[in-house]
């Protein structure tokens, strides 16, 4: 069992950042592949980036390539995903979720993948 704990969100300025963290509980979280996707009101849930277990892979939703950035620290058993230069469209809840992986370099873009989930945190981007 993982659970996972997201903070970090709140009302932002269009073309500003920041930074979500996601605390993971256990002594396994090296062994989890780790994924970001956001839900905004009356949308489905989309993918938005993952790191594989060794924080060698990153893959990323091409709406946020080079503005958003995943990184994980196992000894902290923390996912982060730092968000630059925000805008209105990015505006949505926020979720964390992990994946048992076998393989170190594993990354998963499919949200049915996922074992875990936190319960997310709001990013409201204004205009």
């Known amino acids: 069992q993982v659970q996972l704990v997201e903070s970090g969100g709140g009302l932002v300025p269009a073309g500003g950042s920041l930074r979500l963290s996601c605390a993971a509980s256990?002594?396994?979280?090296?062994?989890?592949?780790m994924g970001w996707f956001r839900q905004d009101a009356g949308k489905e849930r989309e993918f938005v980036a993952a790191?594989?277990?060794?924080?060698?892979?990153?893959v990323y939703v091409d709406s946020v390539k080079g503005r958003f950035t995943i990184s994980r620290d196992n000894a902290k058993n923390t996912v982060y995903l730092q968000m630059n230069s925000l805008k209105p469209e990015d505006t949505a809840g926020y979720f964390c979720?992990?994946?048992?992986?076998?393989?170190?370099?594993?990354?998963?873009?499919?949200?049915?993948?996922?074992?875990?989930w936190g319960q997310g945190t709001q990013v409201t981007v204004s205009s």
């Open positions: 979720a992990a994946r048992q992986a076998l393989i170190p370099w594993a990354v998963v873009r499919d949200l049915d993948s996922y074992e875990y």
């Open positions: 256990g002594r396994t979280f090296s062994s989890y592949s």
């Open positions: 790191i594989s277990r060794d924080g060698g892979i990153k």
